[in-house]
């Protein structure tokens, strides 16, 4: 009970502000999709696919580039890991401030140039590499990581000897490794086309409507008729074409290419061909790069060329983290060939039984990969980080290795 009219004051107050409150949460709910309203968000996908969404949380594509943080920056800042030495007194060090990390150049302890880590391109299985934003430019740090060697080296690409910020970053980048960047327009400026963006306006990661297209009349037809059972407007994956179903993936990997259309714009079943240019260029098998060509390799191979259904998603469930799980994968060759003659192979019948718990190795070999081969600068011969090759085939090589391993 209120008599005294402060404590009515002070209660009616209370109550406005959490009624103002609620209002705010709400509108934060309700906020529109950056992509437009045919948008939902991958979140809206949780309160009907549960099970799918929360095992892609866990997934590379939904990592593949983020905010910069102490979580998703896999380099080391301790005092003795901290520093990338170029030549004489020039050094980048990784700094941990109040304000975020940050890459500061010195020469001889003087302080040359500085810049924060803004966002992490990579989840860190290979490598990672670091942006930053200049007013409405991007730009690549001089320092990335890498996980073979787990250490700081000399970007991609980038001069042995000197250390530069004026790498620009075009909208390529985004479109394989995120959902959507604002682009407001570009300008040459010496040899780069400068990209500029509207970095209030950026979706980190692959998510759901970036390879499913967008689904907010599919939500909303769901939300408001519950009972219905059947799928509707959303592209039915399973009776698409073969092709089709192979463009879904390839949009990423199969290198990159001059674009004709925005890439965020795919959907499935749509012809990559519209999007992209074709790829003309004789494929080597042997030296296959980490902006993946995986779906020209595949191609190639026999286990394409004598059936007509083999996809991706033949071998890969995207939703699900599913690496080293080389059993499980064998288990999908198996499917396909249930009894392979290895009799010249290997005559000991124990180890040939063991094959089926890892074809990959010998019919799928990991090579080292020409593009992200960072030289570490620690010593002459890095490390390389090794890439699956999608040809599938037979290699001597890798079964001398796998059989010397088991002998
Ligand atoms: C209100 C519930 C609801 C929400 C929210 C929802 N869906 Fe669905 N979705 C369904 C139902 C029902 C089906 C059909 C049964 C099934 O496959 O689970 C379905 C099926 C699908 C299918 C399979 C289509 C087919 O023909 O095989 C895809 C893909 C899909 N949803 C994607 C999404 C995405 C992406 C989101 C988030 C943007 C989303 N859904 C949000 C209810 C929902
Ligand atoms: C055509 C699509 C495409 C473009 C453009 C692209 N990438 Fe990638 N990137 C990929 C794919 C696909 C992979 C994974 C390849 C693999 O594992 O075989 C990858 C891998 C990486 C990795 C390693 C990730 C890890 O966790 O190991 C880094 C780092 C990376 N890219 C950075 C960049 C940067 C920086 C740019 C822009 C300068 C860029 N990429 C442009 C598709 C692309
Ligand atoms: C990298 C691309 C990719 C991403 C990201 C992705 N999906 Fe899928 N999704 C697929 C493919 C490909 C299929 C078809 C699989 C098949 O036919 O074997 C599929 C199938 C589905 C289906 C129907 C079949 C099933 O497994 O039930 C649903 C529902 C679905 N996805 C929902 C989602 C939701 C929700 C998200 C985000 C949490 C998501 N997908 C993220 C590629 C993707
Ligand atoms: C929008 C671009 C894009 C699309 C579409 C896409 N991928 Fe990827 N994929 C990537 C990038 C980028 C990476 C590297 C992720 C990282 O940073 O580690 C990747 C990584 C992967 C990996 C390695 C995962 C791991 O944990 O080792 C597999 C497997 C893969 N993709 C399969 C697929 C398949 C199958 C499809 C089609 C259903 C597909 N991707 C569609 C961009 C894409
Ligand atoms: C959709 C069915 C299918 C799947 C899945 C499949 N293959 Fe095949 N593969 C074939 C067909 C068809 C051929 C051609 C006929 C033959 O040699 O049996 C072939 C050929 C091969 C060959 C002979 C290649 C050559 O150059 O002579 C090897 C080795 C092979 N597959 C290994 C594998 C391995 C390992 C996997 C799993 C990573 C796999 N296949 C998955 C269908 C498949
Ligand atoms: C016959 C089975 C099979 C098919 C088909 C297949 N993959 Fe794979 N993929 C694998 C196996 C096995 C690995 C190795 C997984 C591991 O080591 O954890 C792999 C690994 C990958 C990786 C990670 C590469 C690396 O070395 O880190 C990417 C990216 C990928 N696949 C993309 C694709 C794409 C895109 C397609 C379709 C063009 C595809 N795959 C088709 C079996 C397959
Ligand atoms: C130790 C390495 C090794 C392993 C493990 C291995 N293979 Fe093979 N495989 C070979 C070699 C070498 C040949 C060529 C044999 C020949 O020319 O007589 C071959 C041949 C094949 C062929 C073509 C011959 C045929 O019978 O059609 C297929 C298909 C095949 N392997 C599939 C598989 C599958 C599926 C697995 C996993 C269950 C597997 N291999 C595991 C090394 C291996």
New binding site residues.
């Given amino acids: 009970m209120f008599h005294h009219p402060r404590k009515i004051l002070i209660v009616t107050g209370l109550c406005l502000m959490v009624f103002i409150f609620n209002k705010c949460i709400q509108q934060q709910k309700i906020l529109p999709d950056l992509r437009g309203a045919a948008y939902a968000g991958s979140e809206k996908c949780a309160n009907c696919h549960k099970a799918i969404y929360d095992s892609y949380l866990k997934t590379?594509h939904n990592?593949?580039s983020e905010p910069a943080t102490a979580q998703t920056i896999k380099g080391n800042f301790a005092k003795n890991n901290n520093t990338l030495f170029y030549r004489d007194a020039l050094k980048v060090v990784m700094e941990q401030t109040d304000s975020g990390f940050y890459q500061a150049a010195y020469v001889d302890d003087t302080l040359k140039q500085s810049a924060r880590f803004d966002i992490v391109?990579?989840?860190?299985?290979?490598?990672?590499?670091y942006?930053y934003w200049f007013n409405d430019n991007v730009f690549?740090l001089p320092v990335?990581y890498y996980?073979p060697e787990k250490s700081w080296v000399n970007s991609p690409g980038f001069p042995p000897q000197n250390v530069v910020f004026n790498r620009g970053?075009?909208i390529?980048?985004?479109?394989?490794?995120s959902s959507y960047i604002k682009k407001t327009g570009s300008k040459p400026m010496g040899d780069y086309l400068f990209d500029f963006f509207d970095k209030s306006k950026i979706i980190y990661g692959i998510d759901c409507e970036r390879c499913h297209g967008a689904a907010a009349q599919h939500v909303s037809f769901h939300e408001h008729d519950p009972a219905q059972k059947k799928p509707m407007f959303i592209a039915n994956i399973a009776t698409l074409k073969r092709q089709q179903k192979l463009d879904m993936c390839a949009?990423?990997?199969?290198?990159?290419?001059e674009t004709f259309l925005p890439p965020f714009n795919y959907k499935p079943g749509d012809n990559m061909r519209e999007y992209l240019q074709d790829d003309t260029a004789a494929l080597s098998t042997s030296n296959?790069d980490?902006?993946?060509k995986?779906y020209q390799l595949l191609i190639a191979s026999k286990c394409y060329l004598d059936n007509n259904y083999l996809t991706c998603n033949t071998c890969h469930n995207t939703h699900v983290e599913e690496r080293n799980g080389l059993r499980d994968f064998s288990a999908k060759c198996i499917s396909c060939h249930n009894h392979p003659n290895h009799d010249n192979v290997e005559t000991n019948v124990e180890i040939r039984a063991a094959f089926s718990n890892n074809c990959i190795d010998c019919h799928m070999p990991a090579r080292p990969?020409a593009v992200?081969t960072m030289k570490a600068q620690t010593h002459l011969n890095p490390i390389p980080?090794l890439?699956?090759t999608h040809f599938i085939s037979i290699y001597p090589n890798a079964t001398k290795q796998y059989l010397e391993k088991k002998k």
Avoid: N, W, Y
């Fill in positions: 590379a990592h593949t391109m990579g989840s860190g299985r290979k490598g990672q590499s942006l690549q990335s996980v970053i075009p390529g980048c985004f479109e394989c490794h949009m990423c990997h199969s290198g990159t290419r296959i980490v902006h993946g995986q990969s992200i980080a890439v699956r």
